[in-house]
Every structure is written in structure tokens, then in C-alpha cells.
């Protein structure tokens, strides 16, 4: 389970790393897409791995911490997948704004001559 | 300390948070409406920060912080907002930017575009929660909305270049803001907590496998911060967006670099501390010698520059620099002394920010800068020249203006950078010299030389090869900004032994480290109704 969630994680991270690094807007914003998928994930697992426990309860009576998932990285989690989500679609916005003002979907904002 | 007057902790939030809500239903045709509803609320931030200074610097708390609890939850459970002197020192100087910068806006940056005035107050908001907050995840939420608004500002009479200016500013913002969530996360993973003051307490007691993981997700932060405050790999953004904004939001985005430099300085102190065991002095090495780096980087780059944009920006670098490396070296006793140079480099580089796009009136008298940006907005000409009046000898103005400008960036007597360096570099001679030491000291000479030169080209350029007939037309809302920062500079030059005294007091904020775990997590809920 862990290897499994570890590799998604880095397989993701790197995917996005190499598509930030691309030349066109389009490519870099579905890089950012992607790191903030490697990132949510990760933040959900430092909760730990578990399965089928409950982050609360209402029982005041027995409280064994064993039994109940890590309620915060959780919060965190949605808390950060909904700033990721504005701040992504803040970006498309300013990428078509420039894709319209400049005729390029170059992040310069220009072609180089020598461009692939 | 939990009193009611830690209850005034919230005003610099929500004040900001309900004017910005209250301006986006006010219609963009009630300008004047828009602006000096905006003004008042900025106004009475200010006054509020500066209540808060005096509150929390006087005896009415005696040596107490302020501790807010959000929902009444204690520590480390729930959120905190902490008020000391160093963050009501921030509330200050970021109010009092916010003054200027917004006066200086209304004969025509502010009428631009759509929604200035919100973005505006958000902006504040988010820079007042950074500064108060306890609590690291809060922080990271404070400081999108403070990078949300600085994208809409900086996008704000949109043209090419500062579309393509925000690409860049905006997806390395984004990435910084990866970095600060895995930070956020790896420092859960190790230690268990997101308050600063439970983590200072946790650090010294962690397992050497979990001190690593901690040591990881600090580093993991650092760059997230570091980015924001433009350290040399990592600050490749600034030259390109300072200088394509509109200057009232380019003095904003100035005091932004001071917000991750304040970040820095604070969780460096509180976690890696004296008291922080065997973690004590982590990454100073790595922030001295960026430090330096960005000193260097920013003396070429200065040199090298033509553009007045350019040389704000390669200014706010310098000063970035120094101040790192200040952090890095982690001499206690510095510390006053790089909080004055932090005020004053801060509001020269504002006060340069905003002049330079006057100057540039004196080649361009017409509004020809602005015809590009206006003709998407289709506003009325005539319009645009109404607002202010209009005050004599301009000239005058701007070329004294100049000068006291040059000599605050420039670290020359009599004005406040002069007394900033001075004491620093004083401070570092009293200790014995280490490496780093001797490096810092040569390195904000040749700094300082190149800011003179690089100034002095600019202003020879600007001022006596001008040939104009006539003198640019200057408003008395754009000059009167300018004024009052170099008035704040000149003041601080005079009462440079009370401020300084001040900020002594700022700066033992930082060393007492044990003071700010204990009251932080000390702080019990208030118990309403009967008590049992």
C-alpha cells in the first residue's frame, strides 16, 4: 500500500515538474494541475495510511486513538484542493487573456525564432 | 494573555475583509465613492495598528502578548492569532504603505480597471493575517488570499506586459505555494502540530529520525518563503513584475518581499532558536550565504540597470539580501539594527516606486503611458484629468524628492539609510569577525557604491539633460504620498534614539522565545455563563 501510494505520488510530482518546465502555457498549467494532485495526496497520507476508520465520533465514552483516522490532514486537504482549484482557474484566465493579447500560447508571451 | 483587548487581534482582518465585500457591490461609475470608502477603512487600519503598537509595546499588557482564540479553542487545537510588538510593528508599516500607495492611486491608477479597491483590501487582509497569525496552515491561507489579490493588482489596467509580466509571477507563485503545502505536511508528519508556538516547544524533545523530517520540511517551507522574499536562485520573478505593475501596486508588492522576510525571521527565531536544542541554527548557514548571493546579485543587477522599474527592483533585492543575510549570521544584537534598515529600505524603495512614474512625466508630459491601458476600458478622456489639483513647481518637487530618495537607497548621511547601515555595520564590528562577517561588510559597501552610481546616472539622465519647455503636471494626491514617506524616512533619521529604543524592545520578541510558547499555549478559553 504504501509503495504503491509513494509511487503515484512521485510519478505525479515528476509528471508535473516536467510539464511546468514545457514552453506552452496549456503544458504548464496541467503541470500545476498535477503537483497539487501529488501535494493533496501527500498531505492526505502523512494522516498515515488506514483503512475503514472514522475521522470522528460522537462517543464521549471510549476514545482509543487507534481506532479513528487523523482528522486534520483531512481538513487540510480540502482547505487546499479548493485554494488549488481558484488559483488554477485564476491562472487559465490570465493564460487566455494572453493567448488573445499576444497570439501565442508561448509563456514569454512570444515565439523564439528557434523554437521547437 | 486573554483579555478583551486581545479581542482588536480579529479588527485588522475583518475590517479589511468588510470593506473589500461592502466595495463590490458599490458600483465602478461612484468612483469617488469606491475610493474614499477605501481610504477611511485604510485610514482606521492604520490608526488600529498603531493602537495595537502602543498597546502591545505599553504597560497596559505589561509583558504580556496578545492572544486571540479562534472559536475559543485553545491552543494547540485551535487557531491563534498573536499580537507581539515585531507583528504590530508590521501592521504599521503595512498600513501605512497602504495609505500612500492608495492616495496616490486615486487621479488615475485606481480608475483603470475593475475591482482596485477590493483586490486592495483583500490584499491588506491578507498581509494582516500573515503577520498575526499562529499557526502554520492559517498562514499558508492568509498568504493566498494576500498572492490571489496581488495577481489581480498586478493585472490591474491590463496590458501585454503585464500579462506577460503575471504569467510568470502568478505560476511561480503557484509552485511556491506547492512547496509551502508539502512543507506544511512533512512538518505534521514530523512533529504532530501546526501551531508555531507548540511546534518551538515540541523541536528540542523530537527523535533524530523525526528531527530529520522536520529539518526537511522547514527547508521545504523556507523555499516557499524565500521565493516570496526574492532570494538570489529563487527571485528571478521580481526585476520583471515590479516594473511592469502600476507603481501604487508595485509599493504593495515591495512590502510583499517584507512579509516572507518577516516570516523567515520569525520561525527561525521561534524554532531554531537558542533553545531549540540540537537544531539550534538551522539553515542560517544556507540563509547568510543566500543572503549574500542576493546582495551580490542585486548590486549587478542594479549597475546594470537603466530603467527606473529596474533600479526599485534591483533595490528591494538588495534590500532583501541584507536582510537575510543579517537573519543568517544570527547575531542577537543585530537585530535592531536590521529591523531599522528594514523600515527605511522598505518605504524608500516605495517612495521611489511611486516618484519614478512622475519622472517619467517628464519625458511623456501627455498621458501617452496610460493610452494603451486606457483604450480597453473605452473611459472619457476628459475624465481622466479631472481628478486633484495640481501643484506648483514640480520640478522642484521631484528633484529633491529624487535626491532624498537616492540618499535613504544609497546609504548616505544625513537620512535614515544612513543611520540603518551605519548601526549594522557597527554592530557587526563589535563582534568578533567571522567570514559571513567580513563578506557582509564588503558586500553592502560595494552595494551601496553601485546604488550610487546607478542612481546617480538615472537622476543626471532624468534632471539635467531634460529638455523639456514646460514642467510635468503633478496632482497634490500624487505628490503628497511621496511627501509623507519621506517624511516618515526623515522623522525616523531624527528620532532615531526612541525608534531605536523601540525597537530593541521588537527585537527581544524574537529572542524570548519561551515567553511566546508559554503564553501562547497557557491562554485558557474564557468560560461564559456560570461557572462551575
Not at chain 1, 80 to 93: D, E, N, P, R, S
Not at chain 2, 147 to 164: F, K, P
Not at chain 2, 309 to 326: F, K, N, P
Not at chain 2, 463 to 489: D, G, M, N, Y
Request: charged share 10%; net charge negative; hydrophobic share 55%.
Amino acid at each position: 500500500m504504501e509503495i504503491i501510494l509513494a509511487l503515484a505520488i512521485g510519478i505525479l510530482f515528476a509528471s508535473g515538474v516536467w510539464l511546468v518546465l514545457r514552453p506552452r502555457s496549456f503544458q504548464v498549467i496541467t503541470g500545476l494541475l498535477l503537483l497539487s494532485y501529488a501535494v493533496n495526496l501527500f498531505i492526505f497520507i502523512t494522516g498515515r495510511i488506514s483503512v475503514n476508520k472514522p475521522p470522528l465520533t460522537l462517543d464521549e465514552t471510549a476514545l482509543d486513538p487507534a481506532l479513528y483516522a487523523d482528522p486534520l490532514p483531512q481538513a487540510l486537504v480540502l482547505t487546499a484542493i479548493v485554494i488549488g482549484f481558484a488559483t488554477t482557474a485564476l491562472y487559465l484566465v490570465v493564460l487566455l487573456g494572453s493567448r488573445g493579447l499576444t497570439g501565442t500560447d508561448h509563456v514569454d508571451g512570444k515565439e523564439k525564432e528557434t523554437d521547437e | 494573555m486573554t483579555s478583551m483587548l486581545s479581542e482588536i487581534l480579529v479588527l485588522p482582518i475583518l475590517l479589511p475583509l468588510l470593506t473589500g465585500a461592502l466595495l463590490v457591490l458599490v458600483n465602478e461609475r461612484h468612483h469617488q465613492l469606491k475610493y474614499v470608502l477605501n481610504q477611511l477603512s485604510t485610514l482606521l487600519l492604520l490608526v488600529l495598528a498603531c493602537w495595537l503598537l502602543i498597546v502591545t509595546d505599553g504597560p497596559a499588557t505589561g509583558d504580556d502578548l496578545l492572544v486571540y482564540l479562534a472559536a475559543n479553542w485553545v491552543a494547540p487545537f485551535g487557531i491563534v492569532l498573536v499580537g507581539d510588538r515585531l507583528a504590530s510593528l508590521f501592521l504599521v508599516l503595512a498600513a501605512l504603505l497602504a495609505n500612500c500607495a492608495l492616495l496616490f492611486s486615486y487621479s488615475r491608477w485606481a480608475k483603470l480597471g475593475v475591482h482596485f479597491h477590493t483586490l486592495f483590501q483583500l490584499l491588506l487582509m491578507g498581509i494582516n493575517g500573515a503577520v498575526l497569525t499562529g499557526d502554520l496552515f492559517n498562514l499558508f491561507v492568509f498568504f493566498e488570499v494576500m498572492l490571489a489579490a496581488s495577481y489581480g493588482l498586478l493585472l490591474h489596467g491590463y496590458n501585454i506586459t503585464r500579462i506577460r509580466a503575471g504569467m510568470q509571477y502568478i505560476v511561480v507563485n503557484l509552485i511556491a505555494s506547492v512547496f509551502f503545502l508539502l512543507g506544511i505536511a512533512l512538518v505534521y508528519a514530523a512533529a504532530g502540530s501546526l501551531n508555531f508556538a507548540d511546534l518551538a516547544r515540541l523541536i528540542p524533545e523530537l527523535a533524530p529520525a523525526q528531527r530529520q523530517l522536520m529539518h526537511t520540511g522547514a527547508a521545504i517551507l523556507a523555499v516557499a518563503f524565500l521565493t516570496k522574499s526574492a532570494m538570489w536562485p529563487l527571485g528571478f520573478w521580481l526585476p520583471t513584475t515590479y516594473s511592469a505593475a502600476s507603481p501604487p501596486v508595485t509599493a504593495m508588492l515591495v512590502l510583499l518581499t517584507k512579509i516572507g522576510v518577516y516570516v523567515v525571521l520569525r520561525l527561525n527565531y521561534l524554532w531554531f532558536g537558542d533553545t531549540a536544542g540540537s537544531s539550534a541554527g538551522f539553515g542560517n548557514t544556507m540563509l547568510l550565504y543566500g543572503g549574500l548571493l542576493t546582495l551580490a546579485f542585486g548590486a549587478i543587477g542594479l549597475l546594470a540597470s537603466q530603467d527606473p522599474g529596474r533600479i526599485a527592483s534591483y533595490s528591494a533585492v538588495i534590500s532583501s539580501g541584507t536582510l537575510l543575510a543579517l537573519i543568517g549570521l544570527g547575531q542577537d544584537l543585530t537585530l535592531s539594527a536590521m529591523l531599522f534598515y528594514l523600515l527605511s529600505s522598505t518605504l524608500a524603495v516605495a517612495a521611489f516606486v511611486l516618484l519614478t512614474e512622475l519622472i517619467e512625466r517628464i519625458y511623456t508630459p501627455t498621458d501617452s503611458v496610460l493610452a494603451l491601458s486606457m483604450e480597453f476600458f473605452a473611459l472619457d478622456g476628459e475624465k481622466e484629468e479631472s481628478a486633484g489639483v495640481v501643484i506648483p513647481a514640480a520640478m522642484a518637487f521631484l528633484g529633491l524628492a529624487f535626491a532624498a530618495c537616492a540618499l535613504i537607497m544609497a546609504g548616505l548621511p544625513p537620512l535614515s539609510g544612513f543611520i540603518a547601515k551605519f548601526s549594522i555595520l557597527h554592530q557587526l564590528l563589535q563582534t568578533p569577525m567571522g567570514r559571513g562577517d567580513w563578506a557582509l561588510l564588503v558586500l553592502l559597501f560595494i552595494a551601496g557604491l553601485s546604488a550610487i552610481i546607478s542612481l546617480m546616472r538615472f537622476g543626471v539622465r532624468s534632471f539635467w539633460t531634460a529638455h523639456t519647455s514646460q514642467s510635468p503636471r503633478l496632482k497634490f494626491s500624487e505628490a503628497s504620498p511621496i511627501l509623507l514617506l519621506l517624511l516618515v524616512c526623515i522623522s525616523m533619521a531624527i528620532l532615531a534614539g526612541p525608534l531605536s529604543a523601540l525597537l530593541e524592545r521588537v527585537a527581544d520578541d524574537l529572542l524570548q522565545t519561551s515567553r511566546y510558547i508559554e503564553q501562547v499555549m497557557q491562554t485558557i478559553a474564557i468560560s461564559r455563563g456560570a461557572n462551575e
